[in-house]
Structures are given as C-alpha cells and as structure tokens.
C-alpha cells in the first residue's frame, strides 16, 4: 500500500469512495475545494498496488489542532488495516508540525469506526444531536490530546 498526498489528478477517484462509503457524500466541487484551495485542509490517499485509491482521510490542521472531517475505505477494502494504517500515518504527520490535539464527529451507529478511533487513543466527549442527516442521527464527538497519544 502507498500512502501519499492527494493530488488534483486523483479528485475523481476520491469522489468515487466517497460515493461508495457515504450516503450523505461531499460534492466533487467540496472535494475539489479541499484539495486545491484551502489552505487549511489536507487530504492523505492510500493506493493498492495497481496505484487505485482505495481509502483517504481529510483534514484541516490549525495551529496545534486538528479536525479530521473525513476517513474512508473502500467497503471490499475494510477490516485489513487501511483506515487505522492513514490514520495513524496523519497523525504523525500533524504531530510533527505541532499538533498537539485531534477532533472528530462519528454516526453514534457506527461502532467500527469509533472502534478505530478508540484503538488510535480517540475518547468519547460528547455528542452533537441530530448532527447528521439521511438518516437523521446524532454524532458522538471523539477527541485524542497528546498527553493520550
């Protein structure tokens, strides 16, 4: 697996997973958005051997925190490492540019991925009602300080 930047040249592909993984997916223009604008944001990819993006994790780092927005894996790509190996990998890169703190919302029915947060050091420390949509459900907010990590 190779783990890199993303790049305008992989917008299409990136839209293809959050296709595949969302049903309430960002718009290519958010994508696109986030990829070559703003400054603040920074999408990680993983590729398979065949260079195919298989999952992507996007971020906005300020200052000394991190808010992760989006990690997604393909579904036939889950539950062999990929998710916890880029997040892992983003972490130890903000951590090198000074963060000291990460945040996130996650579905409350999403226990896999707050399985993998928590196997990262995130904690529970609240939640945000009616956060999501489509079906409408609340989030639970995770948050990893670097004392936990």
Known sequence: MIIRAAEQMDI????????????????????????????????????????????????????????????????EKRKIGIGKTILNHVIELTRDMGVKSWYLEVRESNTAAQALYRSAGFSSVGTRKNYYINPVEDAVLMSLEEADA
């Open 12 to 75: 299409d592909a990136i839209v293809s997973v959050e296709n595949a993984c969302f049903s309430t997916p960002w718009s290519i223009d958010a994508i696109k958005h986030e990829i070559c604008e703003n400054k603040l944001a920074d999408f990680t990819i993983a590729c398979d051997e065949e260079n195919n993006i298989i999952g992507y994790i996007g971020i906005w780092t300020l200052l000394d925190e991190c808010q992760i927005n989006k990690i997604a894996v393909m579904p």
